[in-house]
């Protein structure tokens, strides 16, 4: 199973017809809703995220955290584009995982806790629309 999502192949119809027919293979909604979520990303965010919040306070812990941040911001597309099959398309879908990673990394906490804007709920509520949402979007063959 590719790591990114598999565009379906479309096909244009004649000008008697409206639209464009979907035919064969690609993710459907549900596996494009997993799959632009970076879990291995995150999955490391959240566990160094607790190492640090539970330094002693004597170390830069917010500093650290927004290091932390910084770096899983950047690396979410460049793990993704080097996971990516050859030829596959990959643009929206990283593009789409790193917003993925910022909006889970706001709803969780991390350095945002500690902001006075941060609001758990409005980022629990942005994560909900996000995740659903996402899977409208879907990556056109040859889209790298």
């Not at 291995?40 to 160094?48: C, N, P, Q």
């Amino acid at each position: 199973m590719s790591r990114l999502v598999r565009p379906r192949h479309t096909t244009v119809l004649s000008a008697d017809d409206v639209g464009t027919r979907t035919s064969g293979g690609g993710d459907d909604y549900a596996t494009r809703v997993a799959k632009y979520i970076p879990g291995e990303v995150l999955a490391g965010y959240i566990s160094i995220g607790g190492i640090i919040s539970g330094l002693d306070a004597s170390r830069p812990r917010p500093m650290l955290a927004w290091l932390l941040f910084g770096l899983c911001l950047v690396l979410t597309p460049v793990y993704l584009a080097r996971t990516a099959e050859k030829g596959q398309p990959k643009t929206l879908h990283l593009a789409l995982s790193t917003v993925a990673f910022a909006v889970w990394a706001y709803a969780v906490g991390g350095p945002f806790a500690a902001e006075r804007w941060h609001d758990p709920a409005i980022g629990s509520i942005a994560l909900g629309i996000f995740t659903l949402v996402s899977g409208v979007f879907e990556p056109k063959p040859g889209d790298s």
